[in-house]
C-alpha cells in the first residue's frame, strides 16, 4: 500500500486571487488566518459564491476584498457600509458581506454600522480589529486601549476605546460574536452561522498587528500576542455584551453574545410599500421608481 502522493495545493485556493500574491501583509499580522476562517466558512455554510460578494472599505483589513475570489468592492475608506447596503437593495438576492478594519467601521464609518444596525440591514461584517490604524502606520483609532503608545500618541493615548460588542448590541444587530485569531475553530463556526443568517451580523475578530502596534508597546511579536489570547481570552457565550468592555491587561470575554431575530429593512420596506402603493409598485420585490 502506498500513501498518497503529497500536495501541496492550498485547499482554498479556489477561493482566492493568487494573481494578487504575494500579499501587503505583515509578517505575524493576524489577517490571513482570519480569511482562511472565512474561506472555510463559505464552504461549510455551503452558500452560493455566485451569489456572494465581498465589501472593504480601505486599510490593512480593507485589503481582503481584494484578495477573495468572489465578486469583490474594494470601497473608499469608511464607506463599505453604505456600499454594501446599495448593493444589498439593488440585489437582495445576494449574500452581503463586509470585511474591513476597527478604523474604517468604526471612525471614520462608524456612523455608517450604527446606522445599519438599527435598521437590521441584510449584512454580514466582519471587523478586524488590530487595535490601530495600521495601514496608516499605526495611530490611535476608536479600538486602541487606553494608555497606548501610538503615532498620535507618543505619551500614550487617554480616549476610552469603544466596546463593540456592546455598541451593536444596543444598535440592533441581530447576531454578534468576539474571537480572536487564536480561536480559529470557534471564529469559523461563527463565520459559518452568520452565512445563513439574515439581518445584521457582526463579528469583531482580534488579530496581531506586531509591526504597526506591538512593537511600539513593547508587546512582543505576533507569537506573545497568541499566547496572551490563549491566556486572556475566556469564552462565555451569552454574556452581556456589558461585560465585554476590554482592559489593558485583562481578561478578553470571547464567545457569541447575541443571536437573535427581528424584521430587516428590506422585508419591511416591501411590507410598507405594498400597503401603501400595491402591487404594481414592486418588481420582484424591489421598489420601482415612479
Ligand atoms: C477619506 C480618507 N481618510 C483617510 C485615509 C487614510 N487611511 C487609509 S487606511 C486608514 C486607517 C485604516 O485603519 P483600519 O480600518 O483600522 O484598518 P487596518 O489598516 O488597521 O487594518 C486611514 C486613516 C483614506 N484613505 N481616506
Redesign the pocket.
Known amino acids: 500500500m502506498t500513501a498518497e502522493a503529497p500536495t501541496n495545493v492550498n485547499p482554498f485556493e479556489m477561493y482566492y486571487r493568487s494573481d494578487r500574491l504575494p500579499h501587503i501583509w505583515c509578517p505575524g499580522c493576524g489577517l490571513g488566518t482570519t480569511v482562511n476562517c472565512f474561506a472555510q466558512a463559505l464552504i461549510n455554510s455551503k452558500v452560493d459564491i455566485d451569489k456572494t460578494a465581498i465589501v472593504s472599505?480601505?486599510?490593512?483589513?480593507?485589503r481582503t476584498a481584494g484578495y477573495m475570489n468572489l465578486d469583490s468592492f474594494h470601497t473608499?475608506?469608511?464607506r463599505a457600509i453604505p456600499f454594501a447596503t446599495g448593493l444589498k437593495l439593488a440585489n437582495p438576492d445576494l449574500n452581503v458581506v463586509v470585511y474591513?478594519?476597527?478604523?474604517?467601521?468604526f471612525a471614520?464609518g462608524g456612523n455608517h454600522i450604527m446606522h445599519a444596525a438599527r435598521r437590521n440591514m441584510d449584512l454580514k461584517v466582519i471587523c478586524?480589529n488590530?487595535l490601530?490604524?495600521?495601514?496608516?502606520g499605526g495611530?490611535t483609532?476608536p479600538a486602541t486601549p487606553m494608555g497606548s503608545i501610538s503615532a498620535t500618541a507618543v505619551y500614550g493615548s487617554y480616549d476610552e476605546p469603544f466596546n463593540m460588542p456592546s455598541l451593536m448590541d444596543a444598535a440592533g444587530a441581530v447576531y454578534v460574536a468576539r474571537w480572536t485569531t487564536f480561536h480559529v475553530k470557534q471564529l469559523e463556526k461563527s463565520m459559518t452561522e452568520i452565512m445563513n443568517k439574515k439581518g445584521f451580523c457582526f463579528i469583531e475578530v482580534l488579530s496581531p498587528?506586531p509591526i504597526m502596534y506591538q512593537r511600539r508597546n513593547k508587546q512582543g511579536d505576533a507569537v506573545d500576542t497568541m499566547k496572551m489570547y490563549k491566556e486572556k481570552g475566556k469564552i462565555r457565550n451569552g454574556a452581556h455584551t456589558f461585560e465585554t468592555h476590554m482592559v489593558p491587561g485583562g481578561d478578553i470575554v470571547l464567545g457569541k453574545f447575541v443571536d437573535r431575530d427581528r424584521p430587516g429593512y428590506i422585508d419591511l420596506m416591501r411590507q410598507h410599500l405594498h400597503e401603501k402603493l400595491g402591487e404594481e409598485f414592486i418588481n420582484e420585490g424591489v421598489p420601482v421608481c415612479a
Open positions: 472599505g480601505i486599510g490593512c483589513s480593507g473608499t475608506h469608511g474591513s478594519g476597527d478604523g474604517d467601521l471614520i478586524v488590530n490601530t490604524y495600521a495601514m496608516t495611530q483609532g498587528c
